[in-house]
């Protein structure tokens, strides 16, 4: 089965229909101003002039050919469900693990959380962006360390499945994801941490996303870089939090983070959200990677950044 992280709409569509949603509902003067989320909003909104910088620029060598494609002779590592229990919605939440090829609990291993978009669930990253393949074939080539991958549901609601058409874009489901920090930092990590034979520090805990889980995993691992000193975020959403509320305390950051990377596609409606952490960032001197490649709001730019960055961690 595929999952697309917009299946209800087209994609261009659907991402406009997610920043506009956004818009409305964050508590901000811009948002207060905003109208009604309607399809032709959103469509306006994603037309939006995509403007770019000198340095919005491609940071890392493009992957080669079937880096997200099942390569013979390559040992493939096991996916499985991870059960657990969640004070937030309640009652018991699904995960799927990735296992690396060679896994046994003879081995500690570092962990890498990956958040889907709001379209989608816990499936998103194997069956739409193709994340275990790109991982066997990077553990198997030497340029990835062995890790544990975490795929939540971050809906962290008592139903938490991807609501149909109609409702994908409601202040229902959003609330959701911003409900998941609790779920993920009090309840998942303790369970994935009691269950397998990971490294529970934060030099050996990662966590990124895409669109709506890429500003999940900007608000989550900012605000705590006690807990990830690796952190990504690709096409983030507008569900990303302000500068002011996202890097309170830069030289925290500065000390702490061992790789914060950013990236987004320059045909992608939703740029501006990664631009402006990106500029940020760079005023308040917080070393970080800013990798724009060029797709749109799709599993290109997520598969494409998931082999840059996977390669990095750990080290």
Known sequence: MTFRSFDPLPGALSGALLSALVLALAPTAQAQDAGPV?????????????????DDVRSTPPPPRGFDETRPGVVPGRVETFSYESGVTGGRRQALVYLPAGYTRERRYPVLYLLHGIGGNQHEWTGYVRANAVLDNLIAD???VPMIVVMPNGRALPDDSVPPPDRVFTEANAAGFAKFERDLLDFLIPAVEAAYPVRADARHRALAGLSMGGGQALNIGLGHPETFAWIGGFSSAPNTRATAELTPDPGALRRQLALLYLSCGNRDGLISVSQRVHRDLLRQGVPHQWNVDASGHDRESWSDNLYQFSQRLFR
């Open 142 to 144: 030497g340029k990835a």
């Open 38 to 54: 309607t399809p032709d909003a959103a469509r306006a909104n994603f037309a939006r002039p995509i403007v770019l910088a000198a």
